[in-house]
């Protein structure tokens, strides 16, 4: 089990976190945009894993290795 602790990630580095685990899941908090004004970050993150739980304040994803 490996615990990510919030901050703003690249793209490459949200890939090899992912890489590392059968399963990785994201929380994505509605102020994320401070930290990832460009949305990059939770642009790949949508793209990469399937929505779990999504809400007004917070959205959480999981990528499940193949």
């Known amino acids: ?11 490459s580095e949200l890939e090899k ?25 939770s642009n790949w993150i949508a793209a990469n894993a399937k929505p779990e739980f999504l809400s007004t304040y917070i959205r959480i994803y999981a990528h499940r290795a193949s």
């Open 17 to 41: 976190i992912t890489s590392r685990n059968k399963t990785t899941w994201y929380l994505i908090h509605k102020d994320t945009a401070m930290v990832d004004p460009d949305l990059e970050m």
């Open 1 to 11: 089990r490996e615990l990510i602790q919030p901050a703003n990630y690249s793209v």
